[in-house]
């Protein structure tokens, strides 16, 4: 087998390994966002439920808490591709946290 080719298949095998990393860097930002997405749904739905009386504070305050968890973790992890949900995020918490006083 000829250098050439032998350089050819490490580079080739080393382009795979970039790829796969880099492709499953991206489903882990996917469902970093994913995740962020679903807890702001949560906290309008239990908000929307608070409204309407039907849970107590102290769920919202129990939700926001978890949600809380939820974006520390996120934060930890991601480098930056949910910054938007984050955000938005941080906003839902505190607008619950200050309603279930």
């Known amino acids: 087998m000829s250098v050439l080719v032998r350089h050819l298949k490490l580079i080739l ?15 882990q930002q996917e469902q970093t966002k994913q995740s962020l997405q679903s807890w702001i749904r949560t906290l309008d739905l239990a908000q929307q439920q608070r409204a309407g009386a ?12 978890a949600a809380e968890k939820a974006l520390t973790r996120a934060q930890q992890t991601d480098s930056g591709h949910a910054d938007a949900e984050a955000r938005e995020l941080e906003l839902k918490i505190s607008d619950a946290q200050s309603q279930a006083r």
Not at 13 to 27: D, F, H, I, P, V
């Open 13 to 27: 095998a080393a382009t795979a390994l970039l790829l796969g990393a880099c492709n499953r860097e991206s489903e």
């Open 54 to 65: 039907r849970v107590p504070d102290g769920f919202i305050r129990q939700i926001s808490a």
